[in-house]
């Protein structure tokens, strides 16, 4: 069965830095891109950045550059997103999703990793 | 950045109806290339994490039903159902992926009358 499986909650200090893992299940890593969204409480979907992870190549939103890094394990079979300096507004439940080669369309989603940032 | 608008936001459906929505993009997502349109429809159900239901415009994922469909042209985009039911009920998401950023409308909640 083809799934993402993330890992779990976090509780994050203003200012700290946060790592998501986002391991593929059933489908070898390598074969299909990686996408990291979130979505704060009540609202929208954010896309954040994208990763390739037979080469490594990534992109990144405007809004997030600088803050977030997107790695990979091949190893392992697993993606992370890391994101830097955070803030309330970083309160969120961030996805992994795979992408379909060639900037494809998010056809598995992982469950979500809920992450709050509190003083 | 390429904004995507949705309308409406709210879309209280009554069952065995049709209903639709409308995406619009501030830029076209027509790649000359090759002709496909890059919009997806995602939903997410409540409580749970999205799934892609439409891909490149009209393109069903598998397991949507047939009743589910995506048109449109350039930087206009419809999704319809045909028939609503009671498992359609969610937030319905349009994303452009023709460039860097990706990026979503705002969503629109459907909800049984």
């Known amino acids: 069965q083809v799934q993402l499986v993330q890992s779990g909650a976090e509780v994050k200090k203003p200012g700290a830095s946060m790592k998501v893992s986002c391991k593929a299940s059933?489908?070898?890593?390598?074969?299909?891109?990686i996408n990291w969204l979130r979505q704060a409480s009540g609202q929208g979907l954010e896309w954040m950045g994208w990763?390739?992870?037979?080469?490594?190549?990534?992109a990144y939103a405007p809004k997030f550059q600088g803050r977030v890094t997107i790695t990979r394990n091949t190893s392992v079979n697993t993606a992370y997103m890391e994101l830097s300096s955070l803030g309330s507004e970083d309160t969120a439940v961030y996805y992994c999703?795979?992408?379909?080669?060639?900037?494809?369309?998010?056809?598995?989603w992982g469950k979500g990793t809920t992450v709050t940032v509190s003083s | 950045d390429i904004v995507m608008t949705q309308t409406p936001l709210s879309l209280p459906v009554t069952p065995g109806e049709p209903a639709s929505i409308s995406c619009r993009s501030s830029?076209?997502?027509?790649?000359?290339?090759?002709?496909?349109?890059?919009l997806d429809w995602y939903l997410q159900k409540p409580g749970q994490s999205p799934q892609l239901l439409i891909s490149?415009?009209?393109h069903r994922a598998s397991g949507v039903p047939d009743r589910i469909s995506g048109s449109g042209s350039d930087t206009n985009f419809t999704l319809k159902i045909s028939r609503v039911e009671a498992e359609d009920v969610g937030v319905y998401y349009c994303?452009?992926?023709?460039?860097?950023?990706?990026?979503f409308g705002p969503g629109t909640k459907v909800d049984i009358k």
């Open positions: 490149t415009l009209s």
């Open positions: 999703a795979r992408g379909r080669s060639g900037f494809g369309e998010a056809d598995v």
């Open positions: 990763m390739n992870p037979e080469n490594g190549k990534t």
């Open positions: 994303m452009q992926r023709i460039e860097f950023p990706f990026t």
């Open positions: 830029q076209s997502l027509l790649e000359t290339d090759n002709g496909y349109i890059y």
């Open positions: 059933g489908y070898s890593l390598i074969n299909y891109d």
